[in-house]
């Protein structure tokens, strides 16, 4: 079946550029999270959504970063004004109340 | 500051069991033990989780010590697919909340 897909799958932006970066929940998941992900680090939180609510903003390192989910489905993290500490590895999970989270395979985004 | 500690790397042979230890001594009555996995360039991997009982799915063995303060993931024949980074993590199940992340255990199969 359909998992969670993000687009694009790698981005490469110069530095003051704003991207946006989008995630496909699997259908019917009420929850999504917005993590980010170091080089040979775990992940972290960045934001959580449930349906078209974001109850948890406290992950987002900076006001540049911006996520959004208007219909409760498709989600979008935006960045503006990118600097080369927020090249990662931005991960979009979904899920539901209760069970485990359900991993895209990321966007890995480099700014130069 | 995530809640578990576990070794940084792990080798293995191709087709023994490999054995994954988890230290979570601060772990509370209602939290829950999860395990995911991170192949290479891949979002992270749900494989198992519990509470005080032992667990088996077809992916892998979970094994909770009474205190509960610590806990071990089995693989029983470890395959070359299964060489990723290993994260433990305790979080209550019926939180909506985010996953607290440590560096994980990097697992090497060799074959």
């Known amino acids: 079946g359909a998992g969670v897909s993000q687009s694009p799958r790698y981005k490469v932006a110069k530095r003051g550029q704003d991207v946006a970066l989008r995630c496909d929940p699997i259908?019917?998941?009420?929850?999504l999270f917005w993590y980010q992900q170091a080089l040979g680090q775990g992940p972290e939180f960045l934001t959580y959504?449930?349906?078209?609510?974001?109850?948890?903003k406290s992950g987002l390192p900076s006001d540049r970063f911006f996520a959004e989910r208007p219909e409760g489905s498709v989600s979008t993290l935006k960045i503006q004004r990118t600097q080369q500490e927020d090249s990662a590895v931005y991960l979009c999970?979904?899920?539901?109340?209760?069970?485990?989270?359900?991993f895209g395979p990321g966007t890995r985004l480099t700014v130069t | 500051d995530a809640k578990t500690t576990q070794p940084t790397s792990m080798d293995c042979a191709e087709g023994r069991a490999a054995n994954l230890p988890c230290n979570h001594s601060?772990?509370?009555?209602?939290?829950?033990v999860y395990w995911y996995r991170q192949i290479h360039s891949q979002g992270p991997q749900y494989i198992i989780h519990g509470l005080k009982n032992n667990e088996t799915n077809e992916m892998a063995s979970l094994i909770i010590t009474e205190d509960r303060k610590s806990s071990t993931l089995i693989l029983p024949h470890a395959t070359l697919r299964d060489t990723a980074v290993y994260y433990c993590i305790v979080r209550l199940l019926d939180s909506n909340y985010q996953l607290i992340w440590g560096a994980g255990t990097k697992l090497i199969i060799k074959p």
């Open positions: 601060t772990i509370s009555g209602n939290e829950y």
């Open positions: 999970a979904s899920g539901q109340q209760g069970y485990e989270q359900y």
């Open positions: 959504f449930q349906n078209e609510a974001q109850l948890d």
């Open positions: 259908s019917g998941h009420v929850s």
